[in-house]
């Protein structure tokens, strides 16, 4: 009798095989969602500075996700690469680092049904107001979820994370969407007093979107539309 | 389903014109703060999409009669649509009226 065991080993996201990777003149945000959107990972982009939206252009062939990261967002230049668990996070120095940012706000509990990405969104959205808002004697969410979701995702519960722990695991449950930050870094600060209540009054606060890579006619402009907000933002104009 | 409307009224049936939404404040009598904007989306071949209006608060189901008044914007392929009135109450949301 004998017994076989064949193990292979599965190589992590990062490491996955990049046989060709090659733009001209692409927005360093479009190239990373092309990269993720071709390889099949879940992204998560925390930092919309100017660099974020420079058109770079990278020719690469037999390397990994690593590799290709770190071509379109050089470490030189202030940029931060990481994983948390399968999902390709890009950051900046110039990102607050916690408890400053608000995606380092912990929630005490977080749950969704089986639902959509954009239900999810929702949900964690109207999570973060509801722990945030100061009890007026009302209290209550309203709102809408716009867009029918191709994948469904959860049910799952989440105690003491942070915004950006659940942001990861929604893209990461999705399996092919990508969150990003829509607001230059400065922007993405806690605030409190006054200013919390005014962002939170005014929808500010949340600061990032959700995409599906299915969704080619928003992939498409997805990174357009995030310079143009960011922009907006900058100038008061939103 | 809502329908995409050109100039004059008539459903403009045209696939993958990309939506995104944002919300101004009428009046907020009923919870806290303005909706929050969903992601960006687009229509289908028929120039329509899904949209799922909820309100939870604390005053419900206590027969509140305050409501939530937002006006819902839309960009359509960058260009400004005519917004929506949405309103919120415990045991009715109409939106444009309906």
Redesign the interface.
Do not use: K, R
């Given at each position: 009798m004998s017994l076989c065991v064949n193990v292979q080993a599965q190589a992590g996201p990062m490491q996955r095989t990049v046989t060709s990777f090659n733009v001209t003149g692409v927005s360093r945000i479009d190239a990373i969602l092309m990269l993720a959107q071709r390889q099949r990972i879940p992204l998560g982009i925390e930092y919309a500075g100017m660099q974020l939206f420079e058109p770079i252009s990278v020719r690469l062939s037999q390397t990994d996700v690593q590799g290709a990261a770190s071509a379109i967002f050089p470490l030189d230049a202030g940029f931060r690469i990481s994983s948390d668990d399968g999902v390709l996070v890009i950051s900046h120095r110039k990102v607050p680092a916690a408890p400053l940012n608000v995606l380092d706000t912990r929630l005490a509990n977080f749950s969704i049904p089986k639902c959509s990405l954009q239900e999810a969104y929702i949900r964690l959205a109207n999570q973060l107001l509801a722990q945030l808002t100061p009890p007026p004697g009302r209290r209550g969410i309203t709102g809408s979820i716009p867009g029918a979701g191709s994948v469904q995702i959860g049910p799952f519960t989440m105690s003491d994370v942070t915004v950006r722990e659940v942001l990861n695991r929604i893209v990461r449950e999705h399996g092919n969407a990508a969150w990003i930050v829509q607001v230059e870094p400065q922007v993405l600060s806690l605030p409190s007093g006054t200013d919390l209540e005014k962002k939170v009054a005014d929808g500010s606060l949340i600061a990032w979107t959700v995409v599906e890579y299915s969704n080619r006619v928003v992939m498409e402009k997805i990174g357009q539309m995030t310079k143009t907000h960011v922009v907006s933002v900058e100038s008061g104009t939103h | 389903m809502m329908q995409l409307l050109d100039q004059h009224g008539n459903p403009y049936r045209v696939a993958?014109?990309?939506?995104?939404?944002?919300?101004t404040?009428v009046s907020?009598?009923?919870?806290?703060?303005?909706?929050?904007?969903?992601?960006?989306?687009?229509t289908d071949s028929l120039g329509q999409?899904?949209?799922?209006?909820?309100?939870?608060?604390?005053?419900?189901p206590g027969g509140s009669s305050?409501t939530?008044i937002?006006i819902?914007n839309h960009t359509a392929n960058?260009q400004p649509i005519a917004g929506i009135v949405?309103v919120?109450s415990c045991n009715y949301i109409t939106i444009g009226g309906n």
């Open positions: - | 993958g014109v990309t939506l995104i939404e944002s919300f404040a907020n009598n009923l919870a806290p703060g303005l909706p929050p904007a969903g992601p960006a989306f687009s999409y899904t949209d799922d209006f909820f309100v939870c608060a604390s005053a419900c305050n939530n937002v819902q960058g949405i919120y």
